[in-house]
């Protein structure tokens, strides 16, 4: 298989390495060139697949001096493939200086779709989804986290963060403090691995949760928190909540509460909160 000569924004798997597509292998073994975040990591899943291209380090420290280096390579005819540790290059990885200036050379920049850990959390976390924000890592210094958070308290979308184990306690604790204890959040650790883990509650519940296991202190992370309801938002009628209460009885949880939204008028957002990631409040449904 030959392919254009471009460069080839190619996911790789976040943890199983039945993730990575046979398009992916295709464009992989076909390119001249792999620029990898970690050459000895990625030669690890390279050699699983049998794939021997040559493979070029490309990570923070060198990205903005060696794009020009892989243009090079481009305007003499050799097709590249950029890949990262885990998941789709660019996501709270090294790439977008290489992409920015590869596309103002003129060369084309073609991606293959993929494994991305954010994205995959938010489709099984229960949170609304039709509005979300990737936010990356939380600063390291407690005070630019606080200051962070601070800024997205009244952002309505779901909130998605990276996180990892020595941070994972710190970030949790800022987020109860700025959030407050009560916000419905979802946590997800080490996607499509063998300890794959979805802790759902409210941010004091799963801070809770973390602080008293250990193994919930390991692996990777993904933090989502519920957006920001007003307390207009947040007032639900009384009539609402019995027919909420009813449809419960024959219908999943998000399907009711869309419903009885339409019934009533009212916004799904504080609805799903109640019941969406489980947080039965008000209601008890049997």
């Not at 509650?201 to 193994?215: F, K, L, M, W, Y």
Request: aromatic share 6%.
């Amino acid at each position: 298989m030959s392919v254009p000569v471009a460069l080839y924004i190619v996911p790789t798997p976040i943890g199983n390495l039945g993730d990575l597509t046979p398009r992916a292998v295709e464009v992989l073994s076909a390119v001249s060139l792999i620029a990898c975040e970690d050459t000895r990591h990625s030669g690890k899943l390279l050699s699983h697949f049998n794939i021997t291209t040559r493979t070029m380090a490309l990570h923070d420290h060198n990205e903005r001096a060696k794009a020009q280096w892989f243009i090079e390579k481009l305007q003499a005819g050799e097709s590249v493939a950029l890949i990262s540790d885990a998941g789709t290059p660019l996501i709270s990885d090294p790439g977008y200086h290489l992409v920015s200036q590869v596309r103002a050379a003129g060369f084309q920049v073609s991606p293959l779709p993929g494994a991305c850990a954010a994205i995959t959390a938010l489709s099984a976390s229960g949170l609304p989804s039709d509005r979300f924000s990737f936010e990356g890592f939380l600063p390291a210094k407690d005070k630019a986290r606080l200051d962070k958070l601070e800024s997205l308290k009244e952002d309505s979308r779901t909130l998605i963060f990276y996180e990892s184990p020595h941070r994972i306690l710190p970030s949790l604790a800022a987020l109860e403090q700025v959030f407050g204890a009560e916000r419905p959040m979802v946590m997800a650790r080490e996607l499509t691995k063998t300890f794959e883990t979805f802790l759902v509650g409210s941010i004091s519940e799963i801070r809770a949760q973390v602080e008293a296991d250990p193994n919930q202190q390991k692996g990777e992370m993904i933090l989502m928190c519920h957006g920001y309801i007003s307390a207009d938002e947040d007032v639900i009628p009384a009539k609402a909540l019995d027919t909420l209460k009813l449809l419960c009885a024959e219908l999943p949880l998000k399907k009711a509460a869309a419903i009885t939204a339409e019934i009533y008028g009212l916004k799904k957002c504080p609805l799903q909160a109640r019941v969406g990631v489980g947080l039965v409040t008000e209601i008890v449904c049997q």
